[in-house]
């Protein structure tokens, strides 16, 4: 069965530093990885995906993440993060070939970004 | 205009009551999920729908059933609620059964 962990569960930082959100995976078998993100009180947003190809994947809002298959982990990172990053950060994994469509999230990583 | 839409955005009823929430995408796909985030905040899949067909169903209560009028719809319908089910429920959708997927803004259930 895959499953996705998500290794901090808040992450402080100051504005205009560096970022990283760890999560690491487990399956079988070959997956697509995803982040979204949940600002307070709203719904989740695609911030990118990895579906194949280029190991290096960037999303919206300046956000990257990078597939790394021998240590089963999408880390997001951002060189430089703003006020309005602060949300919860879910990384997501799905199988190819399994039960298509069934995401399996983490628990979630609280960002919160002071000035 | 919204891609995938959610009503109500909140609900508040009482135990025992029976409940219903709306979902619709307009970005033409064909699969539609719903899932529920706890109070931690964890997210887990409770059904999908493909061309009218369940095609997931992750031990779910049968208190709760889907039903989808059309391929742009899949409402969620909850009977007899308890304390439990209080949570934000999510609905999403992708095209044809591929990996990526879209969510509305949430519906915040609360059962007093």
């Known amino acids: 069965a895959q499953s996705v962990t998500q290794l901090d569960s808040q992450v402080p930082v100051f504005e205009e530093a560096p970022v990283e959100l760890r999560c690491n995976y487990s399956?079988?078998?070959?997956?697509?990885l995803f982040w979204y993100v949940q600002y307070p009180n709203q719904g989740l947003q695609l911030l990118l995906k990895y579906l194949s190809g280029s190991t290096l994947v960037k999303g919206i809002n300046g956000f990257e993440a990078e597939f790394n298959k021998s240590q089963t982990s999408f880390h997001l990172r951002k060189p430089s993060v703003h006020i309005s990053d602060t949300a919860e950060y879910f990384c997501a994994v799905s199988e190819y070939g399994g039960s298509q469509g069934n995401l399996i999230f983490g628990k979630g990583t609280k960002l919160s970004v002071k000035p | 205009d919204t891609a995938v839409s959610q009503t109500p955005k909140y609900l508040v009823t009482q135990m025992g009551n029976d409940k219903s929430i709306k979902c619709e995408q307009n970005l033409g796909h064909d699969t539609m999920y719903w899932y529920k985030q706890d109070s931690k905040k964890f997210l887990k899949i409770m059904f999908s729908?493909?061309?009218?067909?369940?095609?997931i169903n992750e031990t779910v209560p049968n208190r709760f059933s889907p039903k989808s009028p059309d391929k742009a719809h899949l409402n969620l319908h909850i009977n007899s609620l308890e304390l439990g089910d209080s949570a934000v429920y999510f609905c999403?959708?992708?095209?044809?059964?591929?990996?990526?997927?879209?969510f509305g803004p949430g519906t915040r259930l609360t059962v007093l």
């Open positions: 729908y493909n061309n009218k067909e369940l095609i």
């Open positions: 399956s079988s078998v070959s997956v697509y």
């Open positions: 999403a959708s992708s095209q044809d059964r591929l990996p990526t997927q879209y």
